[in-house]
């Protein structure tokens, strides 16, 4: 049975390669004649990177990004306010990067292809229809397609979801941002990204790969009128100079644009065998990078899930579990980043002194860090409230441990999910736990052992996530979990 996907971004891109290692068959459709080669979102921390890992579309990013690791806040010349961001405590192989989406996308197209598909460019869903069998979605072109199932992927302006019926309440947060990414020749150090707050507006520059900068300022009086590149880097000009107190060269523009920040959030993630995943359910600003992070994981929850399905180890209820799980998540995004966005572009006096002698000293505690650092990287993410978690840790993220395969070969924990589970038993014994697990999921578990001869066995689902923990009773968990009356064992 096919799985349409409506849009060739992160998360559509991350959930055709889920679904393939799941041996679903997909087809990606995308109504842009072909890639985009400019992008937003250029900031993909460790959470993200454990996504593209896990489904084999890391690549060679960490080697091509920039090492996101701080961020400086200043007053006029003078900072006041450093962030760093190491380890949160939770072991990751997958360092936080500054990587442009463009290439996050054309690293995910390369290890789809691997897989087996391509992109179809130029074919915009405008219609689609649903029965208890499956999705006919009729194109612009007037051809239509049938199928299982039906996920919008695309965008805030999604076309699934309006066809689908799904509101997508929210509001605007502010008036608009410019950015644009430049040559700059000054003496800004490249080590991480900077941020300057005036009574005026925000003003942030960040350094990208390959040498040139992403500027990004508010810019409250530029009107309504969506102006030229060349008006938009003339006023970043002036920002800068006015916001910074720097001298700067400005070179070539690679590309420059304007948005307002909104909110919103959909009403549902699922209208029968339509579902909805990334900005198409959830859109909020862009502070603290939690945009394409948000949609991958999105993208690994519902993969694995329509998987298990398809593949007739668990039953329909299973899906019912997507929603479940990553609305709430999308609900605390949206509070933070609305949150942040309304402390950078403070107006009143009031805020401005909240921001400017409170925040600001508060950011500079270790204790504050380290919050930060674990906020903004989603390893805190747990399911354990949602229908398929329970007392701790069942449902929480698991860090990526040294494990050693059934030929005795060393490997991470990590490294074996994607379109498997792993069960993780100790240095030996528990035998009967394997051939459990194999009852129920057949080839997708991987069996694993730690060096701890008393380690606790532990069932960890594709996305890295908690399922069971323990020393009996796996059979009943997987029953309860998969809700699969008519599982296929082997």
């Known amino acids: 049975m096919t799985v349409l996907i409506a849009g060739a971004g992160p998360t559509g891109l991350a959930l055709a390669c889920t679904l393939r290692l799941h041996g679903v068959a997909v087809r990606v459709l995308d109504r842009a004649p072909g890639p985009s080669e400019t992008s937003r979102a250029n900031f993909l921390h460790a959470r993200g990177s454990e996504v593209l890992a896990r489904i084999g579309a890391l690549g060679t990013l960490p080697r091509e990004s920039i090492p996101a690791m701080r961020i400086t806040t200043y007053a006029g010349a003078r900072p006041v306010m450093r962030i760093r961001f190491g380890d949160p405590g939770l072991k990751t192989a997958a360092p936080p990067m500054v990587v442009s989406q463009a290439r996050v996308e054309a690293v995910l197209r390369e290890r789809l292809a691997e897989l087996g598909v391509e992109p179809e460019?130029?074919?915009?869903?405008?219609?689609?229809?649903?029965?208890?069998?499956?999705?006919?979605?009729?194109?612009?072109?007037?051809?239509?397609?049938?199928?299982?199932?039906?996920?919008?992927?695309?965008?805030?302006?999604?076309?699934?979801?309006?066809?689908?019926?799904?509101?997508?309440?929210?509001?605007?947060?502010?008036?608009?941002?410019?950015?644009?990414?430049?040559?700059?020749?000054?003496?800004?150090?490249?080590?991480?990204?900077?941020?300057?707050?005036?009574?005026?507006?925000?003003?942030?520059?960040?350094?990208?790969?390959?040498?040139?900068?992403?500027?990004?300022?508010?810019?409250?009086?530029?009107?309504?009128?969506?102006?030229?590149?060349?008006?938009?880097?003339?006023?970043?000009?002036?920002?800068?100079?006015?916001?910074?107190?720097?001298?700067?060269?400005?070179?070539?523009?690679?590309?420059?644009?304007?948005?307002?920040?909104?909110?919103?959030?959909?009403?549902?993630?699922?209208?029968?065998?339509?579902?909805?995943?990334?900005?198409?359910?959830?859109?909020?600003?862009?502070?603290?990078?939690?945009?394409?992070?948000?949609?991958?994981?999105?993208?690994?929850?519902?993969?694995?899930?329509?998987?298990?399905?398809?593949?007739?180890?668990?039953?329909?209820?299973?899906?019912?579990?997507?929603?479940?799980?990553?609305?709430?998540?999308?609900?605390?995004?949206?509070?933070?980043?609305?949150?942040?966005?309304?402390?950078?572009?403070?107006?009143?006096?009031?805020?401005?002194?909240?921001?400017?002698?409170?925040?600001?000293?508060?950011?500079?505690?270790?204790?504050?860090?380290?919050?930060?650092?674990?906020?903004?990287?989603?390893?805190?993410?747990?399911?354990?409230?949602?229908?398929?978690?329970?007392?701790?840790?069942?449902?929480d993220r698991i860090a990526d441990l040294d494990c050693v395969r059934e030929d005795a070969t060393r490997t991470t924990l990590h490294a074996e999910l994607g379109g498997r589970w792993a069960l993780l038993l100790p240095a030996s014994g528990a035998e009967r736990l394997a051939g459990e697990a194999r009852e129920w999921l057949g080839d997708r578990v991987v069996v694993l052992r730690r060096d701890e001869e008393r380690a606790v066995p532990v069932l960890v689902r594709p996305d890295g996530h908690v399922a069971w923990r323990g020393e009996t009773g796996l059979g009943g968990r997987l029953s309860a979990l998969l809700r699969s009356p008519d599982r296929v064992a082997g």
């Open 121 to 395: 460019w130029g074919a915009e869903v405008a219609g689609a229809e649903q029965d208890s069998d499956g999705v006919r979605v009729r194109l612009g072109d007037g051809r239509e397609l049938d199928a299982g199932w039906l996920v919008g992927c695309d965008g805030s302006g999604s076309a699934v979801r309006k066809l689908a019926g799904i509101g997508f309440p929210g509001t605007r947060l502010s008036e608009r941002f410019l950015l644009a990414d430049l040559e700059i020749d000054w003496d800004l150090d490249r080590e991480g990204t900077s941020g300057w707050v005036h009574p005026d507006g925000l003003f942030a520059a960040m350094p990208m790969p390959g040498g040139s900068w992403r500027l990004f300022s508010y810019d409250p009086e530029g009107g309504t009128e969506r102006p030229e590149p060349e008006v938009i880097v003339d006023r970043l000009r002036q920002h800068l100079a006015r916001r910074t107190g720097r001298t700067a060269s400005f070179g070539r523009c690679g590309w420059a644009s304007v948005f307002s920040v909104h909110r919103r959030l959909a009403d549902t993630y699922r209208q029968g065998r339509i579902f909805l995943a990334g900005d198409a359910a959830h859109v909020h600003a862009p502070f603290g990078g939690q945009g394409m992070l948000t949609g991958l994981g999105d993208a690994e929850n519902l993969g694995w899930k329509l998987g298990l399905v398809l593949g007739g180890h668990a039953g329909p209820g299973l899906l019912d579990t997507y929603e479940a799980e990553r609305r709430p998540l999308a609900e605390d995004v949206l509070r933070g980043t609305a949150l942040a966005t309304r402390v950078n572009i403070a107006g009143s006096a009031l805020g401005r002194f909240l921001r400017d002698k409170v925040l600001i000293n508060l950011g500079n505690l270790p204790w504050v860090q380290r919050k930060a650092t674990y906020t903004a990287s989603q390893l805190w993410v747990s399911y354990r409230k949602g229908p398929l978690g329970g007392r701790r840790p069942i449902g």
